[in-house]
């Protein structure tokens, strides 16, 4: 009777328990049950063990069109995920123990990142230039994309304006003529959540001034003595004034 009370007991012992391996353990949890990113932010998760050992464990997304893991710190066993946001949705990252039982999870929530008007950073500035010379003029603009442009002139002191055809850049340059002196310009940045205007910028044409260098050649006198006398004159550069 003792021999079989003691193979008994021997065979109970003998077998590991059956436990579940879809089943979360005591000793493995997340450190956050839950976060929320924006697209394209980032968030960095741990799988916290007990007793102090090192698990290894490996890092997995049950949807990585919203969010994707890597594993990180393998010195920690992989103990670490960092999760970036891909679209808005929801994903559940999970850390499961490799060779072991038990897994942590932690419910990902993925925003769209807030939408911003345009903001002008950079205005358009006073321009200088000269008859059949570049006229050119751009601004610096922030906010959601897609940013779109449109110039627009004025010829009556920004009293009234108008749209540029084809202006329709960040920079904005032509050739100026005379009659282009004192044209205003300004640029309006917009995308789906507003628009802005930015401040008037001048334009001024200048003409040239007429500079001439005088040649000098000797010439004699009828008494055999050097004068100097204007030979011709010639035409040597523009000044902008």
Known sequence: MKNLIFCMLLVLFSFPAIVDANEPVVG?????????IQVGGTDQLQAIF??????????????????????????????????????????TITA??????????????????????????RHPMHSVTV???????????????????????????????????????????????????????RVV???????ITSNIAQLDVNGPAISFSIKHEP???LHRRPIYCVHYATLTQYVVV
Request: aromatic content about 10%; glycine content about 10%.
């Open 28 to 36: 493995i949890a997340m450190n956050k049950p839950s976060t929320s």
């Open 50 to 91: 007990a007793p102090d050992v090192i698990w290894h464990f490996t890092w997995s997304s049950s949807n990585p069109a919203v969010a994707t893991v890597i594993a990180e710190r393998p010195e920690m066993g992989n103990a670490y995920g960092l999760v970036t946001g891909i679209s808005p949705g929801t994903a």
């Open 96 to 121: 499961t123990r490799i060779n072991g039982v038990g897994y942590a999870t932690c419910v990902v929530t993925v925003s769209d990142v807030p939408a911003t008007m345009p903001t002008i950073t």
């Open 131 to 185: 008859a059949n010379g570049p006229a050119i003029f751009n601004v610096i603009a922030t906010g959601t994309e897609p940013l779109t442009y449109q110039w627009q002139r004025s010829n009556d002191g920004g009293n009234t304006w108008s749209s540029i055809i084809g202006a329709n850049t960040a920079n904005y340059s032509f050739t100026a003529q005379f009659i282009d002196d004192g044209a205003y310009f």
């Open 189 to 195: 940045v917009s995308n789906n959540d507003g628009s």
């Open 219 to 221: 010439c004699w006198s």
